[in-house]
């Protein structure tokens, strides 16, 4: 038997079992953008440019669309994993279908009639919660770039282990010896979910215990987003 | 469409006014209530005032909107007045590249069309061939002072410069220098002093930059 992923109430990186790490943000890191965002989290650096709202190239709608463009560098995973930029596979493509989704829910999108707002992820580096962290850095860009939005997006990560504790804002490690990975997308001060994306088997109850966990996280990180901008704001004059 | 669950989930408390405020934030006035309107960066969801976008929560001139320094790309709607460069003429359209919109620079450029129907008003025209000569109206790399009647198909918005204050601002002659504007129908170059044909812009109080 394997060492458990909690001794003692606390994990191997000296976190409690429910304790997160909250991602370091910063805003207006791409000249050419209209808004953009980098977000560094526990395992996971990624960077998102919002173009737009521009001429959309469809048939004129009374809503904006939203496009995501999600690209993970060569470098970003470890080298056994590593494969060519040119080749997204289909776990991304539903990462920008989710994005797409989440976005054209959260973005404001009547404002912007026959418009396309573009939102462009590079992922540097890949972890655990990439696509959490994908969705933070979106909404910061998207509020960077002064794009109109019904709240802030925010997104959370929590796995669940065999011997039934739920941890939050797992590492790569907890995740692969975990029963089941979670990952709860929410709109906090509307009380809202927007996804629940789950690999893995639970049983209900843990499942809905992970999804009110992630809730809450979502809400303290709602928090973080909003001081960065704040700070943003005010270094800006 | 996000559902408010709880009302109570919102943020509660103090006036927004001078606060810095995130998208989802609910702004209250000085008595700690919803106001009825909102300006721009606002939205109403159900009873409640939220903010938009982020930025400065500012009470202006009666209503409360939200400010935010810094870039923003403004998009086409109908009856925004806006700048264009004239890309090409045709018999009875002009392509126009819009810059601006509404005295706000547009990050990109968006594709408008200009009907010749839309260019002069029937009973005002002296002249017959002008409302259906494109180019006696307006020529390549003129800026047009035009204003959105329609979204339009999927290349181009619509446009009209019927107005007397609409038309072209500036232009280049056939002989290279500067147009000033003459009267409503003409234009002459400050070079050679030939006399060119137009739609002119006559200016009106709102358009100050000019």
């Not at chain 1, 790490?21 to 953008?33: I, L």
């Not at chain 2, 500012?58 to 209503?63: A, L, S």
């Not at chain 2, 403004?74 to 509404?102: H, Q």
């Not at chain 2, 220098?177 to 129908?185: E, F, K, P, R, Y």
Request: charged letters at 25%; proline letters at 4%; one cysteine or more.
């Amino acid at each position: 038997m394997s060492k458990p992923l909690v001794i003692a109430g606390k994990r191997k990186d000296g976190r409690k079992p429910q304790e997160y790490r909250a991602p370091s943000c910063a805003v207006g890191v791409t000249e050419n953008a209209q808004g953009s965002s980098y977000v560094e989290s526990l395992s996971t650096k990624v960077t998102c440019s919002v173009y737009g709202p521009k001429q959309t190239v469809d048939d004129p709608a009374e809503a904006c669309d939203v496009k995501v463009n999600f690209t993970v560098a060569t470098f970003a995973e470890a080298a056994y994993k590593r494969r060519h930029a040119q080749q997204p596979t289909s776990e991304d493509r539903n990462k920008a279908a989710s994005l797409e989704e989440a976005f054209g829910y959260a973005v404001l999108c009547e404002k912007y009639p026959k418009s396309r707002i573009e939102l462009n992820f590079l992922v540097l580096q890949r972890g655990v919660d990439d696509y959490a962290a994908s969705v933070l850095a979106a909404s910061l860009a998207l509020m960077d770039a002064g794009i109109e939005m019904h709240d802030i997006v925010t997104a959370a990560t929590a796995s669940f282990t065999a011997n039934g504790e739920t941890l939050l804002d797992p590492t790569s490690r907890e995740t692969r010896r975990a029963v089941a990975t979670l990952t709860t997308t929410c709109l906090p001060n509307l009380g809202s979910i927007l996804s629940v994306n789950q690999s893995g088997t639970s049983t209900s109850e843990t499942t809905e215990e992970g999804i009110k966990l992630c809730c809450k996280t979502c809400t303290a990180l709602r928090d973080v987003v909003a001081t960065t901008l704040r700070e943003a704001a005010e270094k800006n004059g | 469409m996000p559902k408010v669950q709880k009302a109570g989930k919102l943020t509660a408390g103090v006036p927004s006014a001078g606060r810095f405020v995130v998208p989802g934030d609910r702004l209250l006035d000085a008595e700690g209530k919803s106001p009825l309107t909102g300006g721009e960066g606002t939205a109403r969801l159900g009873t409640h005032l939220l903010a938009t976008i982020a930025g400065y929560a500012q009470f202006d001139k009666g209503v409360f909107c939200v400010k935010r320094k810094g870039k923003s790309s403004p998009t086409p709607a109908v009856g925004a007045i806006v700048l264009g460069t004239v890309a090409k003429v045709g018999g009875n359209f002009a392509n126009i590249d819009i810059f601006c919109i509404n005295k706000k620079r547009c990050h990109t450029t968006f594709k408008g069309t200009l009907r010749v129907e839309d260019t002069r008003a029937v009973f005002q025209s002296l002249d017959t061939l002008k409302q259906v000569e494109m180019w006696r109206n307006v020529k390549p790399n003129d800026v047009v002072r035009a204003e959105v009647i329609g979204l339009g198909d999927r290349k181009a918005y619509q446009l009209s410069v019927l107005r007397d204050e609409l038309g072209v601002v500036f232009g280049n002659s056939i002989d290279g220098h500067q147009l000033v504007a003459m009267g409503a129908d003409t234009m002459q170059c400050i070079g050679t002093g030939r006399v060119e044909e137009r739609k002119v812009s006559l200016g009106g109080s709102d358009f100050w930059w000019l």
